[in-house]
């Protein structure tokens, strides 16, 4: 069983993905913790010394490294699944799962993060929400399609922490029972 959290930045996976692998007995890795270790700098760091670019590859190495392992809920970075390699290797190797949020509280969970590369200028630089906002809908608008082809999509927009959780696990379970009936 290899369970891949997918989602926009502040969707959730982080703290849902720990809970979730106790839950359902597995382990647990966080991809950019996971590349920060490897790399020995922050996401941030690694942005500002080496750009997105090796960012994405280190992250896509790492990732296909933990492909290999079995019993385990990774939690993606959020443009992880924006790599068809990395896609294609996820949706034959384990179940995808989209944290799906809203851009008004995504918004209100990234307008102060500083560790946040791609929004960092804007948090640093004081501007606009409208203009924040754009940003955010823009970057959903083209991860929607690759988000929502994931094989359980949850919106962790309302519902509390440990009913998002048990919706997950149920789903998983339904999901995982149905590939092994095949």
């Known amino acids: ?7 926009f930045m502040t969707s ?7 809970i979730l692998a106790n839950v359902l007995g597995l382990e647990f890795f966080d991809l950019d913790h996971e590349v920060e270790i490897e790399e020995k700098l922050t996401v941030v760091e690694i942005f500002e010394k080496h750009g997105e670019q090796y960012f994405r590859e280190s992250e896509a190495k790492l990732l296909n490294k933990l492909s290999e392992i079995d019993n385990i809920v990774v939690s993606l970075g959020g443009g992880t699944i924006t790599n068809k390699s ?33 929004f960092r ?6 501007y606009k929400e ?5 940003r955010i809908r823009d ?9 929502e082809r994931a094989d359980i999509i949850i919106d962790t927009e309302i519902t509390p ?22």
């Open 86 to 118: 990395n896609f294609e290797m996820m949706k034959s190797t384990g179940k995808i799962i989209y944290l799906k949020v809203s851009a008004n509280t995504l918004l209100k969970r990234l307008k102060h993060k500083t560790d946040r590369p791609i």
């Open 12 to 18: 959730g996976k982080s703290t849902i993905g720990p």
């Open 139 to 147: 970057l959903l608008e083209k991860r929607k399609e690759l988000y």
């Open 161 to 182: 922490l440990g009913q998002t959780i048990d919706r997950i696990a149920k789903n998983i379970k339904h999901v995982f029972h149905e590939k092994n009936r095949s």
């Open 1 to 7: 069983m290899r369970i891949y959290l997918t989602g």
């Open 121 to 126: 200028d804007m948090v640093l630089g004081n």
């Open 130 to 134: 409208e203009e924040f906002l754009k």
